[in-house]
């Protein structure tokens, strides 16, 4: 039974058919970048150290500047107010950084650290009930 595809002996030509290409088709590169834009790229992972240093620090400043407003002033409030503003402002420090191309392992260093210190607030809010 012929099912008129290849056999043993290789492809079949089939008639009114083009003959099978032997040859792979050229491959033709994809345009998803702009053009050089692999050279703009600056620094190395010391941009993205100073970015999570910072961004910690600014982190445990928020938290340090809300324990103290609970403690002084009464209520869970203010530290999750403090905290959070912490965190928008190092989220938007972030955003401006990584939208310049020199500056983005520094913003991509800002969020890691910002997500290395939210873990850190985090344990600490658990381990201290």
Do not use: H
């Not at 053009?35 to 970015?51: I, M, N, Q, W, Y």
């Not at 209520?75 to 401006?96: D, E, K, P, T, W």
């Amino acid at each position: 039974m012929d099912w008129g595809g290849e056999g043993m002996d290789g492809p079949k030509e089939r008639p009114g058919m083009p003959p099978p290409a032997l040859e792979a088709p050229v491959a033709q590169p994809l345009d998803y970048a702009r053009p050089g834009a692999a050279d703009l790229e600056t620094g190395g992972k010391s941009d993205v150290a100073v970015g999570v240093t910072c961004s910690i620090l600014l982190m445990m400043i928020g938290a340090l500047t809300g324990i103290v407003t609970s403690l002084e002033q009464g209520g869970r409030a203010r530290f999750f107010i403090s905290v959070g503003l912490a965190a928008l402002y190092c989220n938007g420090l972030a955003f401006v950084a990584y939208r310049d191309t020199s500056y983005r392992r520094v913003g991509v260093g800002l969020w890691i650290g910002l997500g290395v210190a939210a873990v850190g607030i985090g344990a600490c809010l658990r381990l201290g009930r």
